[in-house]
C-alpha cells in the first residue's frame, strides 16, 4: 500500500476522532497527516513525511487552534442548564419548610426543601425563593426579601 494512501487514513481517522472530542487537537493532527500526505505524493522519503506531519501538526496547534477555540467560544452564549437554572426560581410550599426540612412545588416537580436558616419556617401554600439546591434539596427563603 502506498504511503500517501496511510496518511489519507490517518488524516480520516483523526477528523473522526476529534467528533468524539470537540477540543481540536486530533484534528490538527488530521492537518498534520495531510501534510505527510502531501510529501508522500511529492515522493519524499518516510523521515520526511514524519517532518512534514510534525511541523504541521505544530503549527496548525500554535496558530490555529486557538483562534478556532476563541471563535467556538464566543459564538456559544453562557447558558445555565441543570440545577443552576432553579437558582432565583420562586416555589409553593406543599408541606411545611424549616431548617430540617419540607417540600415545594416548582411547575410540575416536586422538591424536598429547607430553609435557609434554622429558625425560619414557610407554611403550606406560601411562597418561597430557591437559593440554592444541595444535592437533591431545594434551600429556600422568603421570595420577597430578593424582590
Do not use: C
Not at 483523526?14 to 501534510?35: I, N, P, Q, Y
Not at 437559593?131 to 429556600?140: E, K, M, N, P, R
Request: charged share 15%.
Amino acid at each position: 500500500m502506498d504511503a500517501w494512501v496511510l496518511w489519507l487514513i490517518a488524516s480520516g481517522l483523526f477528523a473522526a476522532g476529534e467528533t468524539a472530542s470537540g477540543d481540536f487537537v486530533l484534528l490538527m493532527f488530521a492537518g498534520g497527516a495531510l501534510g505527510g500526505l502531501g510529501v508522500a505524493l511529492l515522493g519524499g522519503p518516510v523521515v520526511l513525511q514524519l517532518v512534514g506531519f510534525i511541523v504541521v501538526s505544530a503549527v496548525l496547534l500554535a496558530l490555529v487552534r486557538p483562534v478556532a477555540r476563541r471563535h467556538l467560544t464566543q459564538r456559544t452564549p453562557l447558558q445555565l442548564d441543570g440545577v443552576a437554572a432553579l437558582i432565583g426560581r420562586t416555589a409553593r410550599v406543599t408541606q411545611p419548610v424549616d431548617g430540617h426540612g419540607g417540600r415545594i412545588r416548582l411547575g410540575a416537580d416536586e422538591w424536598s426543601a429547607r430553609s435557609q436558616y434554622g429558625g425560619e419556617t414557610f407554611a403550606v401554600g406560601s411562597t418561597v425563593r430557591i437559593l440554592q439546591v444541595d444535592g437533591a434539596t431545594a434551600v429556600v427563603g422568603d421570595a420577597l426579601e430578593l424582590d
